[in-house]
Each structure stands twice: as C-alpha cells, then as structure tokens.
Nanobody
C-alpha cells in the first residue's frame, strides 16, 4: 500500500496550489479519502474528505470556500485545489484513506508521507 502526496511548495498569500496523492496497492475506489494537515508545533487537523464515488466534498470551516477536494478513481489519484491561500494554511499536508464514514484521524488506515505547503511573502 502506498499513498504518495506531492505538489506542495512555497506560495505567496492569495496564491494557489494543487496537491495530488497517488494511490497504489489497495482498492482506491472503495475508500473514503481525506486530507489532513499539521502546522509547525501543532497536532494534525482534518481538512477535507470525499466519498468513494466522488461528488461534493466536506470541509473544515477554516478552508471552506477556498479549497476543493476531488478524486479520479480510474487513475487512483486524490486532489486538493487550494486557492486564496493564507499564511495560516502553512503545514505539512497528508492524504489518508479509510473504509469508514469518518473524519477522525485514528480511523484512517493508510497515510501518505506528506507534502509541505508554505504560504509566505
């Protein structure tokens, strides 16, 4: 099982980034997928989730209206489009998979290695 997150980097406030997470080794289409993030010196926090069949995602209040989650089950890729980025969005972003309808970190079975997003001028 592997989840490989990439697409992070340095961006100015107000800018955009698109994160991707490539999955392999498990039945991607059978899992709810989520993004979590961990800011420096803080614990991990849930950001967004999308159901097995895609469709509209759900979002933490702090990113609602700015981030969009999506997935491509045919190619086993999860995405997070991040717009209007703020310095508070600076964190390591992780993709994760669960076979439960949950946003609780402990219920996630598979985790990617994380990709760093830095929002700074």
């Amino acid at each position: 099982v592997q989840l490989q997150a990439y697409g992070g980097g340095l961006v100015e406030p107000g800018g955009s980034l698109r994160l991707s997470c490539a999955a392999s080794g498990f039945a991607f289409a059978d899992y709810t997928m989520s993004w979590f993030r961990q800011a420096p010196g803080k614990g991990p926090k849930w950001v967004s989730s999308i159901g097995k069949d895609g469709g509209a995602g759900i979002y933490a209040e702090s990113v609602k209206g700015r981030f969009t989650i999506s997935r491509d089950n045919a190619n086993k890729v999860l995405y997070l489009q991040m717009d209007s980025l703020k310095p508070d969005d600076t964190a390591v972003y992780y993709c994760a998979a669960t076979n439960m309808p949950t946003i609780l970190e402990d219920d996630y079975l598979y985790w990617g290695q994380g990709t760093l997003v830095t929002v700074s001028s």
